[in-house]
């Protein structure tokens, strides 16, 4: 059985840090291409990040370039999500999800993931 699990969300003042983390259980890791999606409140579900099998290659969002970096450690089966410089509009819950089936390196296209954890809730406070 398949689960993905966020953690490291939390409320935090605007031009702070952040690190999400997702950890993955039944599966081969590093078979599966991962990504990590926001949904605010009254919201449709928007990209944030995405990273290929191997961690070598990335995919950003516009609204978060240069302020996210997405990584994973295939040996700890972790996805991680490093965000700085926060901005109130970054406020969502943050989900992580994984696919292998997918033909691409990755995609900014919630329809290709497989697999999706349950969310981690990130508030920025102004």
């Known amino acids: 059985q398949v689960q993905l699990v966020e953690s490291g969300g939390g409320v935090v003042q605007a031009g702070g840090s952040l690190r999400l983390s997702c950890a993955a259980s039944?599966?081969?890791?590093?078979?599966?291409?991962m990504g990590w999606f926001r949904q605010a409140p009254g919201k449709a579900r928007e990209f944030v990040a995405a990273i290929n099998r191997s961690g070598g290659s990335t995919l950003n969002a516009d609204s978060v370039k240069g302020r996210f970096t997405i990584s994973r450690d295939n040996a700890k089966n972790t996805l991680y999500l490093q965000m700085n410089n926060l901005k109130s509009e970054d406020t969502a819950t943050y989900y992580c999800a994984a696919d292998r089936t997918y033909s691409g390196a990755y995609s900014d296209n919630a329809l290709t993931y497989e697999y999706w954890g349950r969310g981690t809730q990130v508030t920025v406070s102004s």
């Open positions: 039944g599966l081969t890791f590093s078979n599966y291409r």
